[in-house]
T-cell receptor, first 112, second 119 residues
């Protein structure tokens, strides 16, 4: 059974710091992996999608990497800003069932 | 281009009642999936609809049911509400590509959710 874990559960950093969020999954047979952002009480916004054949994706200050063999993905945020404060969720699409399986998220707070 | 809209945004029900949540998919999307997100947890997949039929389901009992309409909008119905059904219910739409559940394995566009409280 595919399980997705995100570490740390919460993170507080000063503005301008570069930071890394971690996501691990137990079954390497995934179709793709997506990172989402969720603001309090809101829906999810897709940030980056990495297909299983890819190693990384970049969008602006965000860079996501994928290492299927070790069951890990990282989301790198450069020069963090207070507006980056949100919960970041990682989700894998299981290669057998094609269902999205989410981690519990990392709550990020960037202090001005 | 409109995004995914959900209604109502908040509602309160009592145990044993029934609830219907509604979702309008993003323009150009023909697949809708529903998720339950309890407080402090990640979203849990409930089911997905394509061409007005359910084509994938998570570990939810039959009292969770749904519909998809010809315009690709969707409803989630929950019967015999229980306290543990209190959660944020999220709808997401996507474009059909290869069929089956794989059509959900593309970029999802989420709505803002419906917050259900069961007393």
């Amino acid at each position: 059974k595919q399980e997705v874990t995100q570490i740390p559960a919460a993170l507080s950093v000063p503005e301008g710091e570069n930071l890394v969020l971690n996501c691990s999954f137990t079954d390497s047979a995934i179709y793709n992996l997506q990172w989402f952002r969720q603001d309090p009480g809101k829906g999810l916004t897709s940030l980056l999608l990495i297909q299983s054949s890819q190693r990384e994706q970049t969008s602006g200050r965000l860079n996501a990497s994928l290492d299927k063999s070790s069951g890990r993905s990282t989301l790198y945020i450069a020069a963090s800003q207070p507006g980056d404060s949100a919960t970041y969720l990682c989700a894998v699409v299981d290669g057998g069932t094609y269902k999205y399986i989410f981690g519990t998220g990392t709550r990020l707070k960037v202090l001005a | 281009e409109t995004g995914v809209t959900q209604s109502p945004t908040h509602l309160i029900k009592t145990r044993g009642q029934q609830v219907t949540l509604r979702c309008s998919s993003q323009s150009g999307h023909n697949t809708v999936s529903w998720y339950q997100q309890a407080l402090g947890q990640g979203p849990q997949f409930i089911f997905q609809y394509y061409r007005e039929e359910e084509n994938g389901r998570g570990n939810f009992p039959p009292r969770f049911s749904g519909l998809q309409f010809p315009n690709y909008s969707s409803e989630l119905n929950v019967n015999a509400l229980e306290l543990d059904d209190s959660a944020l219910y999220l709808c997401a739409s996507s474009s059909y590509l290869t069929g089956g559940l794989a059509s959900g394995a593309n970029v999802l566009t989420f709505g803002a959710g419906s917050r259900l409280t069961v007393l």
